[in-house]
């Protein structure tokens, strides 16, 4: 039912992409055209006025992992998206929430009862501002389950190039697929090891939702032995609304760990 998208940002932590063209850029999609643009071109739908996002992201395995959710959003006067407004009250995955004096849409806290709706059909939604011409929009889509990294459980293990090593999580069976995201860390792995790169590197994986893969020796094979190597895996969904103003909805969740690569 849904599609996984995944964004590698520079921060070494993975994420979907916004909507907001100043800010971020797409790296992959899989399972059919769903709108998204090359945010890199500057090609967009003609008529799009901003995106609400919710996000629960978990910094490692289900045995020691934080689990942290986030929403956003911009609501932009112009298509050109150069001003920024105040949209009215949106609502991002179930929760409520105000413009703020940033107009950025921004909670985050630990999950909780107060935090966006996951493993539901959920509303989003904004109440428009007349005094741009922008009108209330309002959908519903599903999204899915927060997904938890079963095993490897934790962070600062080892893994072998050669075997690689199994992924295990909690699959959605409203879900068709997930990304597997491989980060190697040339920042961290360089003040380790001064002979390894220093560049940072990214490549992901699209894999069907059934809770299991096995990292191969191919994943592997942009990590120099002795390197890191964060692991991230992520679902979600997308959908563009309205129709004279059109906005992007969508909500994703992330877990992962970081490993060092050994033979």
Not at 81 to 92: F, M, N, S
Not at 124 to 152: C, D, E, H, R, W
Request: glycine residues 12%.
């Amino acid at each position: 039912m849904s599609v996984a998208y995944l964004l590698a940002a520079i921060t070494g932590t993975f994420g979907l992409a916004s909507c907001n063209k100043s800010e971020e850029t797409i790296v992959g999609s899989a399972g059919g055209t769903r709108g998204w643009w090359s945010l890199t071109t500057g090609t967009a739908p003609a008529n799009v006025y901003g995106y609400l996002v919710a996000s629960v992201d978990r910094s490692a395995g289900i045995s020691d992992g934080v689990e942290l959710y986030h929403t956003a959003g911009g609501v932009y006067s112009t298509p050109q998206q150069t001003q920024r407004i105040d949209g009215g009250l949106a609502v991002i995955s179930n929760k409520q929430v105000n413009a703020g004096a940033n107009l950025a849409y921004e909670t985050s806290g630990e999950t909780s009862a107060g935090s966006p709706s996951f493993g539901t059909t959920s509303t989003f939604s904004i109440t428009g501002n007349s005094s741009y011409g922008i009108p209330a929009v309002s959908s519903q889509i599903y999204i899915p389950q927060v997904i938890k990294m079963l095993t490897p459980a934790t962070g600062g293990a080892t893994v072998s190039k050669a075997v690689g090593t199994a992924i295990t999580w909690n699959p959605d069976p409203q879900n068709d697929s997930i990304a597997v995201g491989f980060l190697y860390n040339g920042v961290t792995s360089h003040e380790k090891d001064s002979t390894l790169s220093a560049t940072d590197s990214t490549w992901v994986r699209f894999v069907p939702d059934n809770g299991a893969y096995q990292v191969t020796s191919a994943d592997l094979a942009g990590v120099p032995v002795g390197g890191y190597v964060h692991i991230r895996i992520g679902r979600g969904n997308t959908m563009l609304a309205g129709s004279s103003h059109q906005f992007y909805f969508y909500a994703y969740t992330t877990a992962g760990a970081t490993f060092k690569a050994a033979l």
